[in-house]
Structure formats: C-alpha cells, structure tokens
C-alpha cells in the first residue's frame, strides 16, 4: 500500500466532475493549516484507497475524507468532517449532524447524481499547477 504523508487527510474526488473540481479548488484555498491531499477517485491510488478500506465501486460517486489508520468518512459526513477542519466560518459544519443522517444523505445522493447534469464533466482529470502539485497524490 501507499505511503501516505504524515498528519494528512486524504480526500477522494471524482476526477471528471466540475462540481468535484470546484469543491477541492475551494478546499485547497481555506486549507490554511494544509490538512488535506488529493486523489482522484479513478486513479490507481484512488481505487486502491477504496479497496483496501473495503468501498465498493457503488459508493464511489462520492467525495471521501479518508484519514489512514483512522477512519474514513463519505458523503455529507466526509462534507461536514471536512468543513470542521478548515476552521473559521465552516467550523460551525458539525451543527449539520442534527440533521437526521438519512436526509443529509439523501441531499447528498440527489446532488452526486445529478452533477454532471449540473456542473458538466470533464474528459480527462485536473492537471495540478506546480504550485498546487504537492497538494496532490
């Protein structure tokens, strides 16, 4: 398995989604403490992750905050887990939780399977900048 760095979180995106690819862009630009990294759910190391912490291919319409050795969070929990780290403003995302799991999901699921409609697709990944390649794995 991958080495992955150290006191990082990993998220997993779909890497043909514009709506997935603004998500990270806004991630990365209030990541102040630079907490996460990036992988594409389609690449190798994204299906890897997948395998070996045992998400089947189903669920991978779906951003993942995966922390090793950890836990890994998907769908409105990964979104809220995610929002509690970059602080400020979005420090108020666990308030989310008193929503009933079931609904949240469900707006989640609604959203993911209606993005490319949405948002469009792209027809390769997102190559990163050189400044934004160590953000990526």
């Not at 779909?14 to 389609?42: E, T, Y």
């Not at 939780?97 to 409609?117: E, G, H, T």
Request: proline content about 4%; charged content about 25%; hydrophobic content about 45%.
């Amino acid at each position: 398995m991958h080495t992955f760095p150290p006191n990082k979180k990993i998220i997993l995106y779909d890497g043909f989604c514009n709506l997935c690819d603004s998500a990270v862009q806004f991630i990365i630009k209030r990541d102040k403490k630079d907490i996460f990294r990036f992988v594409a759910l389609q690449s190798e190391l994204g299906i890897a992750i997948c395998k070996s912490i045992g998400i089947s291919f189903s669920k991978m319409d779906s951003l993942i905050l995966f922390e090793p050795k950890v836990a890994y969070f998907y769908k409105s929990s990964a979104v809220i887990a995610i929002g509690n780290e970059l602080g400020g403003i979005w420090k108020l995302s666990p308030l989310f939780r008193l929503i009933p799991i079931f609904i949240s999901d469900a707006l989640y699921d609604f959203v993911a399977k209606n993005r490319y409609r949405l948002n469009g697709k792209k027809q390769k990944c997102m190559i990163a900048t050189p400044e934004l390649k160590a953000k990526f794995l």
